[in-house]
């Protein structure tokens, strides 16, 4: 089945900084490949997503990069502000599910912005 | 976006007593939920694939008959926590998208505790 690996587990940064999240997946049939992002407690927030006939996708001060022949996928965030820290999980999609999003998710990344 | 919601947001029971989550779709149907397990500072973990008038999938070392799923309506999937133990305490959240290939939504998560 799938396997999704992410990293760092935890990054600190400056704000203002930039911050990058790094995921990389085994199934070459996934195709979906979302971000969320989870506050202590809550439950997870997408906050963009990508599919594999994209190569990239862009929202204001986030983006992702997905690069299928070497099946990894990265989060970009650019200016970061404090209210960014959270747990930050990557996931891909399996694609035995009819079409429902099965998510696979990555081990989290626990990001922190100081002030 | 899509409304999904699941009761209750926390309990707490005695060690082998049951426990039913309820996961519904408030303003769409969901043929399709899965279900999901949170522990401290980890991952969401897949459990299983819960499908509308037919018997759930369940993920590789999940128990089916501990984690006993319900798929009785269109709007409504049940995840029943049996001879619960401390073990089982966990967050355990569920999800569904309104259509093929579109954005998973998740339930606002249920705590259990076992004491």
């Known amino acids: 089945g799938e396997n999704v690996e992410q990293h760092p587990s935890t990054l600190s940064v400056q704000e203002g900084d930039s911050a990058v999240i790094k995921c990389t997946y085994s199934?070459?049939?996934?195709?979906?490949f979302p971000w969320y992002k989870q506050e202590l407690g809550k439950r997870p927030q997408l906050i963009i997503d990508?599919?594999?006939?994209?190569g990239e996708k862009k929202d204001q001060r986030i983006a992702v990069t997905l690069n299928k022949t070497a099946k990894h996928f990265s989060l970009h965030i650019t200016e970061t502000q404090p209210e960014d820290s959270a747990v930050y999980f990557c996931?891909?999609?399996?694609?035995?599910?009819?079409?429902?999003?099965?998510?696979?998710f990555g081990a989290g990344t626990r990001l922190a912005v100081h002030p | 976006g899509a409304v999904v919601s699941q009761h209750p947001s926390w309990v707490i029971c005695k060690s082998g007593t049951s426990v039913k989550i309820e996961c519904r779709s408030l303003?769409?149907?969901?043929?399709?939920m899965f279900w999901y397990r949170q522990f401290p500072k980890q991952s969401l973990m897949l459990m299983a694939t819960?499908?509308?008038?037919?018997?759930?999938?369940?993920e590789q070392g999940v128990e089916k008959d501990k984690f006993l799923i319900n798929h009785a309506s269109l709007t409504l999937s049940t995840l029943t926590v049996t001879s619960a133990h401390p073990e089982d305490s966990s967050f355990y959240i569920c999800?569904?998208?309104?259509?093929?290939?579109?954005?998973?939504?998740f339930g606002q998560g249920t705590r259990l505790t076992v004491v």
């Open positions: 303003d769409f149907q969901a043929t399709t």
């Open positions: 996931a891909a999609s399996t694609s035995d599910s009819g079409g429902y999003n099965k998510l696979i």
């Open positions: 199934d070459s049939a996934s195709n979906y």
């Open positions: 819960s499908n509308e008038g037919s018997k759930a999938t369940y």
């Open positions: 990508i599919r594999s006939n994209v």
């Open positions: 999800s569904a998208s309104p259509l093929r290939n579109t954005e998973a939504f």
